[in-house]
């Protein structure tokens, strides 16, 4: 059973807020604040490319409390985040699914902790390819054909859950649930998927790069995005891209063939630009 979540507004200072998204980011208390300072700059450095609805959702904090970066969420519009405020009960999936019942908008995009945008534009060209693909279409930053160890066979098509964008409508139709990480991760790559559920009604799925290419899952090998070459064309980091970005050759390769197989694509990477990847994304440089 899901705990119930609260939703309150902060002063809106900006124009009437577009009401086609809702942009959802996971502030979880006991995370260091760099996550969420280094998610902010990179709304900052890279303009969204349309309005939307700032919703972030505060898990695990005292009832009231606004955390004190949360005005300096840069939006089109400069209007101001809602605030839904959720137990520290379950996992990310948990508090989507808790935000998105408070909150009344045609389409929902969600980011986790650790999320950082990488270009200009990003909302719309998401936003763009969901309107390409048609109702009930589901669209990623990053996906993978990875295996959920006994559950799925290889090739196991999912979009990862650190950025996706899906109506809400589709999202709240989902009844898997969601109480421990178990139920989240074969919601995100089990055999009943949120992927093979938008699949198996007629729905599309792709991931989006940084130039707003839409690439459907045969071409994900190669998109050079998750998993991909130096990943030089992806559009959200997460900690799992910056994983990969980081480690020797061998492991790359490694994670490279857990999501893709013999189609993966792996490039090496120098030490010493490695090192300074590392210590960017800790200092929320990147």
């Not at 969420?36 to 990179?42: C, K, M, T």
Request: glycine share 6%; net charge positive.
């Amino acid at each position: 059973m899901i705990p119930e979540a609260t939703h309150r507004s902060v002063q809106d200072t900006g124009q009437e807020r577009s009401r086609s998204v809702a942009v959802f980011y996971l502030l979880r208390n006991g995370n260091p604040d760099r996550l969420y300072a280094a998610f902010l700059e990179s709304l900052r450095r890279y303009p969204a490319g349309m309005s939307y609805r700032p919703v972030l959702i505060q898990k695990g904090f005292t009832p009231g409390y606004v955390h004190p970066l949360t005005m300096s969420w840069p939006t089109p519009d400069e209007c101001a985040p809602e605030i839904v405020e959720v137990s520290d009960e379950g996992f990310d999936l948990t508090s989507y699914r808790k935000a998105a019942q408070l909150i009344d908008a045609p389409m929902l995009l969600f980011f986790n902790s650790y999320s950082r945008v990488l270009a200009a534009g990003w909302l719309a060209k998401l936003y763009s390819a969901a309107e390409r693909l048609g109702p009930g279409a589901l669209v990623g930053a990053t996906g993978s054909w990875e295996a959920l160890g006994e559950h799925t066979a290889f090739p196991n098509v999912a979009i990862r859950t650190n950025a996706f964008l899906i109506e809400r409508a589709h999202f709240l139709s989902f009844a898997q649930p969601l109480d421990t990480k178990r139920h989240c991760n074969l919601f995100e790559a089990g055999p009943a998927s949120m992927t093979k559920n938008v699949r198996d009604v007629g729905g599309r799925v792709a991931i989006v790069d940084r130039e707003g290419r839409v690439i459907e899952p045969d071409d994900w090998p190669e998109a050079r995005v998750f998993r991909s070459g130096n990943q030089e064309q992806l559009l959200v980091a997460d900690n799992r891209t910056m994983d990969y970005q980081c480690v020797s050759l061998r492991r790359r390769a490694r994670r490279a063939r857990l999501a893709f197989g013999d189609r993966a694509v792996v490039c090496s990477q120098n030490f010493i630009y490695r090192w300074w990847l590392a210590v960017g994304w800790r200092r929320g440089w990147l």
